[in-house]
């Protein structure tokens, strides 16, 4: 099974600040055959299910602010929040694709400082 | 709009069983393949189990093989999931979610998710 490690476990951020969230998987995401990593990072607010912000590691969700992006190929993942605001404190989850069992990262807890 | 609402949570005694419901609407159903992710009180997320869009194919966490079993109903436009031998582990929130490709065989990533159901395994 692959696993994924996301860094740091929690975060606090001042506001309009850049906030950076890393993914790590035990192997390779990245589909040779067609050049996609199938990854995907999802926020989760209080009470509230998943929102899916970004998929093939890079490709932004329609609605979802521009502020927000995905980089990295191959095992290491970085999500990006370029000037956080207040609406942006939650829960953050990477998670493969690949094969299954498609696993999750621990989650990223983001805060305001 | 495009929706998902679970329902058939509850509070269960160990070793008993539960069918959790996912019905689905504004969508074309059976052209997607489903997932069931579970949420533990104050954890994080895990996948559970997928099913291809015509529910041929399906794959499972392996904490639940041979216990839940991912099924659906494409005339009904409906998603379930048998939980048999229940443990106090399983119990969680239950989301139902759709995956973000049509059409391709299990994966992939999930755009769509219901508000869950919560599980209880207690005695």
């Known amino acids: 099974d692959i696993v994924m490690t996301q860094s740091p476990d929690s975060l606090a951020v001042s506001l309009g600040e850049r906030a950076t969230i890393n993914c790590k998987s035990s192997q390779s995401v990245l589909y040779s055959s067609n050049n996609k990593n199938y990854l995907a990072w999802y926020q989760q607010k209080s009470g509230q299910p998943p929102k899916v912000l970004i998929y093939?590691?890079?490709t932004r969700e329609s609605g979802v602010p521009d502020r927000f992006s995905g980089s990295g190929s191959g095992t290491d993942f970085t999500l990006t929040i370029s000037s956080l605001q207040a609406e942006d404190v939650a829960v953050y989850y990477c998670?493969?694709?690949?094969?299954?069992?498609?696993?999750f990262g621990q989650g990223t807890q983001l805060e305001i400082k | 709009q495009v929706q998902l609402v679970e329902s058939g949570g509850g509070v269960v005694q160990p070793g008993r069983s539960l069918r959790l419901s996912c019905a689905a609407s504004g969508f074309t159903f059976n052209t997607y393949p489903m997932h069931w992710v579970r949420q533990a009180p104050g954890k994080g997320l895990e996948w559970v189990a997928v099913?291809?869009?015509?529910?041929?194919?399906?794959y499972y966490a392996d904490s639940v093989k041979g216990r839940f079993t991912i099924s659906r109903d494409n005339s009904k436009n409906t998603l379930s999931l048998q939980m048999n031998s229940l443990r106090a582990e399983d119990t969680a929130v239950y989301y139902c979610a759709r995956s973000g490709v049509a059409g391709t065989g299990v994966c992939c990533y999930m755009d769509v998710w219901g508000k869950g159901t919560t599980v209880t395994v207690s005695s």
């Open positions: 998670q493969h694709y690949y094969s299954t069992p498609y696993t």
């Open positions: 099913t291809s869009y015509d529910g041929n194919n399906k």
């Open positions: 093939w590691a890079s």
